[in-house]
């Protein structure tokens, strides 16, 4: 094989290795990176010897195996472009578009745009469309960026583009024209930049065979059905057997990892071809679902159902799932292990059947007989093609699924296919009859896709009309049955219902029946507009300068802690950790008592050195151990770590590890905020963090017209989803000492708690952290348990130890934001004003204190956005045995936020009124803000919210589009945000200059995606300092940038002298003067910022929505945001856009919950939906204000990255408006009968708002009622 134009030949390789891991341990190349969905992309080109061509796509790296590429050429980022040969347009145009936060996602974006511009570029003369261009990355999760520059730069290659268009960056500023804009853009031709290559020898190569040593490793290739049989018949009857076309059901299946053979299925002629005449389409069960589709649409013009098929099959995981996985291995996934299948869905609505190699016979059965045989998979059976039928004329074909993401990467919870011939019975008045109907239906649960017959043979034959169809979906109710564990059973039946409603119902309506329906929305086209204001009065600060190291992280260059080379006998950890709240621990074993594979050791805190502690992580609260003693106080705690010789067999080991426990004479553990309230568990908050009540309540109780009391909600938590999961090396040294590169945001804790652990001084520690692949809050403490346990076992085994942790194991032990719950009594007038608000509210703080007791301070922030007139808090952080909950970006603000407009809803709601009219006679005037926030509140002329309430009222074109929402009976919102900010975290500065000139910046703060070293360099040019604290709360670059600045100044006043002495000097000839006079040329400053500096306002606003069937789109959102005078607005753009995106998650998207014993349920990026480009708003527009002097801000600025999060409450807002009016609506059809099923106008919409939730808000089976008022003449 060939990776980047280099030779690759292999003689030895275990089969279950993955091109990933060969990618990462054998060659140079490291751009490709697990830990998120599309970080792993690599370009795949193959010869197809029969079209004499060679064919190009995108693959997953971590799921294709190793051997399967046999003969073929591998283009990874940097065999694109890089650093030596010159950066590709498309690394240059991620860098200008400012793209590319923290990085870790930026290969994968490129090698995506990449395949979309080869494939348009092959397929299609005219190039690739925006369109195509948009979806392109939709599969592609980035958690920085928030998708909008990521698109943009996409667009920037669209041959149907208006460059105008394209979002804010550095090629061209506002008002250039065309021909400028699009002379600065970095130049695309496919020519010579379509650069993969495909060599000569590769071609020649006639024989199949991948060459390994066949007694070790049994991988076989047959080319024929013949030598198939052969090979199945060969293998013994225990032998565990893969059949391999794509591997990509290891990506669902991630537990099942090695096999005793492998037979590569992909070279078989009679199962990779497509056969097609009048009578249907044949596809082989090898052929890709890309190829597939692309047949189908083929053949679309001649049959209406392929061209259905092949839009639906679009929507099937990504691009590269598609590229890759097989048609056979998807409906025997289906088959056999009771994967959710959308294709036998769709092909059962199709009528189609499938061929089988049963022994030497081949059998042909329907598919609905092929579901329901035993798992073919233990037969040794072989699926080898599926037949299609053709469809003539007067046919309906419509398939549907819901899915928490349209295009993006998500199973559905329901699918759904129908077919029906229906014919109009001229002149009869009956309407349209049906005269067949195929209904099927999946992935919702079953053991497998299902076909109503039942409601099939009642619609057949029968007139259209609402009775038949009310009839129709009560019978489907009782059909589709979820299975037991199956989330959100009664929502999945209420989409079957709904579907088949949508199916047949528009041909009741309409005369228009045949072929006319075509529900398949194409997506909206994202639009976006920026505004963003560059200063010039600090220049180079406040000019929008590109992220430092932008194009290297997009070419794959940048170096992760996992890409640092590293010695051959390098071991890796895993963390074994409980799954029981509170136990004994009476034993660690694995199973069947056998050690695993690679197994070095297995180290507890018994393995601790006799001077060390059992520490792990560290805040100005206190420790948290590394390790469970006799006692696990949490699921998901850290048990034992085991190492091994790879990081496969650690997991592996791990995951096979056997924990024997005891309850006995142990108290139940303490799993709810009411449990620690009956049994007192809370940790302390000191004062500094438990804020001052504001007035009088009782006062304004007795002052207040109307009262809600003892008003109840409740707020989860949410994942972080660093792209780069927690990751550590750690090298043993000479003396005494140990090395650690960690990815944190905290190496200063690191550093202290690995000392503390390993009971060694400070200076024997050194720790290194030169990037963090995104941290969010949750590499600050999170990360410190993972460092140390890697410092101990490099400590005590004496060899680099190195972890990378599964998505899994991160998520059990991340902890994520805080949930609460949350009690209130608010008083108000008549007129909306506020006059007293009463909260009590209990954190879950989990086990350790973290840095919880932070949180009343947080919280009660941006909740003293209104004039409540006086308000009093109790709140309460609570000890749980749950895993410790940490900061998230914008910890406790965003809560706060939120229960502040959670209460403002409720008040206009139950005063009926307009509820951004309560909203806007409750904004603070100057003296309330200063009674609100005291000494915070800053001078008059930096109150500028209502200022930014009035603009957006204008830029948003609230008032149209507040009357255009009126008429279309959708929603919209407005929420605000004040925000203080920070903590009084001191950082660490160093400038030194050398002899050549160049200068060296060292810094404190850690760069994690936010752009700090592009803003430090925009100061001085940049590296770590020890003293660096914790990077968080949003103001670290601004310390660091103000600590270099303190730098610099002492260093211009150490070479003053020489300059007035010797007149003009280059800068060259003065360093070097410098130096020949032994000037100290090296300054450091420690910044401390007053502890009222660090706290100040922020605001900015949003606007927003529609809603549809449970699943939310966020139509518009208009974001004008006051930065101060921004350090760098393109950095801090890119910070609005990303933390509201993030905010979305929160609010409408990401469950993070536990089970009965605490353990978190979701376990990666299968049941764990992070916003995609997909799920952003459709049209995105922010404004960056720059707002002139801030006194005692640095250089007038203010932070980016925390507070607009606290902006996403506006489409949760906007979600529950939408839901009032589907709810009022539902009353309407009510019949009059007066069952109002408690559907009243005040409901409380859990955070997130998911599709289930809101649905559900919306009545489930609305149809059911909708037909019955149709039927009763309403
Ligand atoms: C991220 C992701 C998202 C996805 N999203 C969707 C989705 O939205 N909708 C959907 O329907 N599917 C989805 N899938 C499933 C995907 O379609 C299947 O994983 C893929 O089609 C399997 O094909 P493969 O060639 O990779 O099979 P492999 O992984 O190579 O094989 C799968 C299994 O089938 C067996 N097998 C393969 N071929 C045959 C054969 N011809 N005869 C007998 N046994 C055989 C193998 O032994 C193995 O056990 C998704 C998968 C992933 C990883
Ligand atoms: S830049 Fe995309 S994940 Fe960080």
Redesign the pocket.
């Known amino acids: 094989m060939e990776v980047n134009g280099e030779r690759f030949k292999i003689n030895s390789a275990d089969p279950s290795t993955t091109l990933l891991e060969f990618l990462r341990f054998n060659t140079p190349f490291k751009s490709v990176k697990l830990g998120?969905c599309g970080a792993c992309l690599v370009v795949l080109s193959k010869y197809n010897p029969e079209l004499v061509q060679v064919e190009e796509c995108s693959i997953n790296s971590c799921l294709t195996l190793l051997c399967s590429i046999n003969g073929c050429s591998i283009t990874t980022s940097e065999g694109l472009g890089n650093t030596k040969k010159g950066f590709h347009p498309i690394q240059k145009r991620l860098a200008g578009f400012h793209a590319?936060?923290?990085?870790?996602?930026?290969p994968g974006m490129c090698i995506s745009l990449y395949s979309a511009l080869a494939n348009a570029h092959h397929s299609n003369s005219s190039g690739l469309t925006a369109s195509e261009a948009e979806k392109s990355v939709a599969g592609n999760l980035?958690?920085?960026?928030g998708y909008r520059p990521i698109v943009d730069a996409c667009k920037s290659f669209a041959s149907d583009v208006d460059i105008e268009d394209l979002g804010f960056n550095s090629f061209w500023r506002k008002g250039e024209s065309k021909e400028v804009m699009l002379k600065s853009l970095p130049p695309y031709n496919p020519k010579d930049h379509l650069v993969t290559t495909f060599p000569e020898f590769l071609k020649k190569k006639k024989k199949v065979d991948n060459g390994l040593d066949h007694s070790r490793y049994h991988w076989t290739t047959p080319l024929s059905v013949v030598e198939l049989y052969k090979v199945m018949e060969f293998a013994n009857s225990g032998d565990s057997l893969k059949l391999v076309v794509g591997n990509t059901g290891t990506g669902y299946y991630r537990d099942v990892d090695q096999f005793d053979r492998y037979v590569d299925i992909s070279h078989i002629p009679e199962m990779s071809k497509i056969q097609k005449d009048e009578k249907g389409i044949e596809i082989g069960a090898a052929v890709t679902i890309s190829k597939a589709i692309d047949a189908l649409n083929e053949e679309s013009k001649s049959c209406y159902v392929f061209k259905k098929m092949a839009t639906r099959m679009e929507k099937i995981g990504n691009h590269s799932i598609r590229n890759s996985g097989s048609i056979g291995g998807n409906l025997v996934m289906a088959q056999s292990k009771k994967f959710p299948s959308d294709i036998t869905t769709l092909l059962l609505a199709a009528d189609a059947s499938v061929y089988m190699l049963n022994g030497e016979k081949t059998e042909k059965l329907k598919l609905l007989e092929f579901l329901e045989l035993p798992p073919i998979l233990d037969s040794k059976r072989v699926l080898l093609k599926v037949e299609i039928p053709s469809s003539t004329s007067d046919i309906l074909f419509e398939s549907y699924r819901a899915s928490p993401r349209s295009i993006g990467n998500a199973l559905p919870y329901l699918s759904a296919a129908f077919f029906a011939h229906v014919s109009r019975q001229e002149p009869s008045r009956n309407g349209v009859k049906v005269d067949k109907c195929l209904l099927a239906f999946g992935s919702y649960g079953s053991d497998h896709s299902i076909r109503a017959t039942e409601v099939e043979k009642f619609l057949t034959g029968k007139f259209l009309s609402y009775n038949v169809l009310c009839e129709a979906v009560c019978l489907l109710r009782g059909i589709i049955v979820p299975g037991e564990d199956t989330s959100h059973p009664e929502y999945r039946k209420s989409l079957a219902v709904g579907f088949l409603f949508d199916f047949f119902y528009p041909i009741i309506e309409s005369s228009n029946i045949i072929c006319s329906l075509d529900p398949a929305k194409s997506l909206p086209f994202l639009s976006s507009s920026q505004h963003v204001v560059e200063s010039n009065e600090f220049q180079p600060v406040g000019e929008a300068v590109i992220k430092v190291g932008a194009a290297l992280q997009a070419s794959g260059e940048a170096v992760f802690v996992d890409d640092i080379p590293t010695l051959p006998d390098c071991l890796h950890g895993a963390f074994i950790y409980s799954t029981e709240p509170l136990a004994k621990i009476k034993s660690i074993s694995f199973s069947e008592d056998v050690t695993p594979c690679g197994v070095f050791a297995v180290l507890t805190f018994k393995d601790l050195p006799q001077e060390g502690q059992n520490i792990g992580s560290k805040t100005i609260f206190g420790p948290g151990p590394l390790f469970a003693d006799e006692l696990t106080r949490c699921a998901g705690q850290r048990i034992a770590l085991v190492v091994a010789d790879t990081q496969k067999h650690a997991d592996m080991a791990a995951k096979l590890a056997v924990i024997e426990y005891d309850t006995t004479n142990l108290e139940l553990p303490i799993l709810t905020v009411e449990d620690a309230v009956k049994r007192s568990s809370f940790f302390d908050v000191y004062p500094m963090f438990y804020p001052e009540p504001v007035g009088d309540v009782l006062k304004g109780m007795k002052e207040a017209e109307k009262k809600i009391i003892l008003a109840k909600f409740s707020l989860g938590s949410q994942y972080h989803f660093y792209?780069e999961p927690q990751t550590a090396l750690a090298l043993p040294d000479e003396d005494n000492c140990v090395k650690v590169f960690s990815s944190s945001q905290a190496p200063e804790y690191v550093h202290s708690v690995i000392a503390t652990c390993l009971g060694i001084q400070e200076h024997n520690v050194r720790v290194i952290t030169r990037r963090v692949?995104?941290g969010f809050g949750g590499k600050a403490v999170k990360s410190m348990p993972v460092a140390t346990a890697c410092a101990l076992a490099a400590h005590k085994l004496q060899r680099a130890v190195k972890m990378y942790l599964n998505r899994k194991t991160d998520m059990i032990m991340a902890g994520g934001r805080h949930p609460m719950k949350v009690t209130y009594n608010v008083g108000f007038r008549s007129d909306g004003k506020l006059t007293a608000l009463e909260l009590t509210m209990l954190i879950d703080a989990g086990i350790e204190p973290d840095v919880s007791p932070i949180m009343p301070r947080n919280i009660m922030g941006p909740l003293r956005k209104y004039d409540w007139g006086a308000l009093s808090f109790d709140v309460k952080v609570c000890k749980t045995n749950l895993p410790s909950r940490t900061a998230m970006r914008a910890p406790g603000e965003v809560q706060g936020s939120y229960i502040a407009e959670s209460i403002i809803e409720n008040v206009a709601s139950s005063l009926g009124m307009d509820v951004d009219a309560v909203r806007k006679i409750n904004l603070h005037s100057y003296s309330s803000l200063r009674k609100f926030y005291k000494g915070i509140a800053g001078d008059l002329v930096e109150y500028s919210l209502p200022l930014l309430w009035d603009k957006l009222e204008i830029s948003s074109e609230f008032n149209q589009r507040s009357e255009m929402v009126k008429k279309f009976n959708k929603e919209r919102d407005f929420s605000s945000t004040d925000y203080p900010s920070g903590y009084a975290e001191a950082n660490t500065g160093k400038v030194s200059i050398l002899s050549d000139g160049s200068v060296v910046v060292e810094v404190g703060g850690i760069e994690i995606?936010q752009g700090l070293w592009t803003k430090v360099q925009q100061m001085s040019d940049t590296l770590g300092l020890i003293q660096g604290g914790f990077t968080a709360g949003s103001t670290t670059s601004e310390n660091s940038c103000e600590a270099v600045k303190l730098c610099c100044i002492i260093l211009v006043e150490r070479l003053k002298p020489l300059m007035e002495k010797s007149g003009s000097l280059t800068w060259n000839m003065l360093i070097q003067q410098a130096y020949a006079q032994s000037v100290n040329l090296s300054a450091s400053t420690l910044y401390k910022p007053e502890f009222t500096s660090m706290e100040y306002l922020n605001y900015g606003v949003g606007v927003e929505v529609d809603l549809l069937t449970g699943r939310t789109e966020i139509l518009r959102s208009d974001i004008i945001y006051d930065c101060g005078k921004s350090l760098n607005p393109a950095v801090d753009l890119g910070q609005v856009e990303g933390a509201f995106v993030q905010g979305i998650g929160f609010f409408m998207m990401e469950e993070y919950t536990t089970n009965e014993k605490g353990l978190v349920m979701q376990q990666g990026t299968w049941d764990y939906k992070i916003p995609t480009v997909d799920t952003i708003p459709k049209q995105f527009h922010v404004e960056i204000l720059n707002t002139g002097h801030h006194k005692n801000r640095v250089l007038s600025s203010k932070a980016s990255g925390e507070p607009p999060l606290l902006l996403a409450a506006s489409v949760h807002c906007a979600t529950r408006s939408a839901i009032r009016e589907a709810r009022k609506q539902f009353l309407s059809w009510n019949c009059n009968d007066g069952n109002r099923d408690g559907f009243g106008m005040d409901f409380e919409l859990p955070v997130p708002a998911t599709m289930p939730v809101v649905k559900g808000l919306c009545g489930l089976y609305s149809v059911n009622k909708y037909l019955e008022a149709k039927i009763h003449g309403k």
């Open positions: 998120g590319s936060q923290c990085g870790f996602c930026t980035c958690r920085c960026t792209m692949g995104g995606g």
